[in-house]
């Protein structure tokens, strides 16, 4: 009998045509725990930090650290570290990725999980309220708290480059805020939508576009993660589509990005603006900042996720006297991505 064998990561996963034995009993030991299978239920959903985990299942720190190790062991989880904060969330590729989707797909629905289920809302919730709250206090003076961070200017002259100087059909503005982008590239497009989930922010942005005469351009209240739009196919769909200082207030910036690539035409072009990796804690308790920037190789996963293919970075290094970050600076990064064709297969 012929025996083959092959490394994944640091296991060996292929002997006989399957995986190693010893990694398979990793994997089933670390689900056969009930404690745990809830946990997986959960992450499933979203990312989510420790204590997050610990108020959603109602057992200690300790004991959910515990079994949050476990699983991370047998490859169900990645775990990564942001400032003071651990982020954990299932596995994305890979057999233990092929495993959990196989088990998570079960009927295997009781009263606990609903509770768990009931519980995330709750916590999601809290979070929206949260950054509601700070964007309404915030709406009338949201272009002074973004000069705390690298100079607008230039960060706005680094998304026109990523536009491109064609003229650019249908725009997408995904968490417009108060419309400065929507003003900014109304002379160049033929048709642009903001959305936003503050209508405090999106009276600002009425406003700022009547007093420039964008009848083309307009702002709806939409969910960021349920757009009010259909699956893009090659004859409809926006053209371009932008994150500009967005994810990092999102509990999921990945689903996000999945939900934008489905509007978008094959070919189209994402654009996110936004913050490189930092450890500015007192960005997340003054300014409601969720995540801590993010890395190359994590939105690349985003991409790669979505059906996305990365075309070009560049980073945007803050003025002199600007708020350093460890031993860099709060720089912010763009990435440009387009939409491909496998994509309008998997959305249809």
Not at 159 to 165: H, L, M, N, Q, S
Request: glycine fraction near 6%; charged fraction near 25%.
């Amino acid at each position: 009998m012929m025996t083959i064998e092959c490394e994944y990561k640091d296991m060996v996963i292929c002997r006989q045509g399957g995986p190693h034995v010893n990694a398979l009993l990793s994997i089933l030991n670390a689900v056969g725990d009930p404690s745990r299978l809830r946990l997986l239920s959960v992450l499933q959903r979203a990312e989510l930090t420790v204590s997050e985990l610990t108020e959603i299942v109602g057992q200690s720190q300790p004991r959910v650290s515990r079994h949050l190790k476990v699983l991370s062991e047998a490859g169900l989880l990645e775990r990564f570290k942001e400032g003071s904060w651990v982020f954990y969330r299932i596995a994305e590729s890979g057999l233990p990725a092929d495993f959990l989707k196989a088990v998570l797909s079960l009927d295997f629905e009781d009263d606990v999980l609903a509770a768990d289920r009931h519980r995330f809302d709750a916590v999601r919730r809290n979070h929206a309220a949260k950054a509601a709250q700070f964007f309404k206090a915030n709406a009338q003076d949201w272009e002074r708290i973004r000069s705390l961070h690298a100079p607008e200017k230039d960060v706005e002259t680094a998304i026109f480059r990523a536009v491109g100087a064609g003229p650019v059909g249908a725009f997408l503005d995904a968490g417009t805020g108060t419309g400065r982008i929507l003003e900014l590239c109304a002379p160049h497009i033929k048709r642009g939508i903001g959305i936003d989930v503050s209508p405090e922010m999106l009276a600002i942005a009425r406003d700022r576009l009547e007093r420039i005469g964008a009848t083309h351009c307009q702002v709806r209240l939409a969910d960021i993660y349920r757009m009010p739009f259909r699956t893009a196919t090659q004859e409809t769909g926006f053209d371009t589509a932008l994150f500009h200082q967005v994810l990092h207030y999102l509990d999921d910036p990945q689903q996000a990005v999945a939900e934008v690539a489905r509007v978008l035409r094959p070919g189209g072009r994402l654009i996110i603006g936004d913050f490189a990796q930092h450890d500015l804690e007192f960005l997340r308790t003054e300014l409601a900042h969720r995540r801590l920037g993010f890395s190359d190789r994590e939105v690349e996963s985003w991409f790669a996720a979505a059906h996305l293919n990365l075309v070009a970075t560049e980073a945007i290094a803050p003025a002199e006297g600007r708020p350093s970050a460890g031993n860099g600076k709060l720089t912010v990064k763009i990435w440009l991505a387009t939409r491909t064709a496998a994509a309008v297969q998997v959305a249809a």
